[in-house]
């Protein structure tokens, strides 16, 4: 069974910084026709849809951020450990949100299409919440 757990979220002042992270287990995919798979993660406020943030490929590592978050988030991977992080810097209260991370087991990249298309991705965490304050 597929699990990706979050963690490092909390509460910081506004241009403070926090790291999160997803670990997963193993994910399935077609080998004959991918090289990895797409991660990402995603951001939601009540009331609000949920939004791409940044996304990385496990297969050389691109990545791609959205304008919101650009310069100031970074994303990474340590695939030995199976773990996805969220650099956060400069924080601003408009980051507050649950932070999902997710998991398109059927990509052959990992663009900033698949930051606005939420509905590509197979597999879900159960997120952690980031409050900023000003």
């Known amino acids: 069974q597929v699990q990706l757990t979050e963690s490092g979220g909390g509460s910081v002042r506004a241009g403070g910084s926090l790291r999160l992270s997803c670990a997963r287990s193993?994910?399935?995919?077609?080998?004959?026709?991918?090289?990895?798979?797409?991660m990402a993660w995603f951001r939601q406020t009540p009331g609000k849809e949920r939004e791409g943030v940044a996304s990385?490929?496990?297969?050389?590592?691109?990545?791609a951020y959205a304008d919101s978050v650009r310069g100031r988030f970074t994303i990474s991977q340590d695939n030995d450990k199976k773990i996805m992080y969220l650099q956060m810097n400069s924080l601003k209260p408009e980051d507050s949100a649950m932070y999902y991370c997710?998991?398109?087991?059927?990509?052959?990249?990992?663009?900033?299409?698949?930051?606005?298309?939420?509905?590509?991705?197979?597999?879900w965490g159960r997120g952690t919440q980031v409050s900023v304050t000003s």
């Open positions: 997710a998991v398109d087991r059927n990509a052959g990249d990992c663009d900033s299409r698949y930051l606005v298309s939420k509905g590509w991705f197979d597999y």
């Open positions: 990385i490929y496990t297969d050389g590592g691109s990545t």
């Open positions: 193993e994910i399935p995919y077609n080998r004959g026709l991918y090289t990895g798979i797409c």
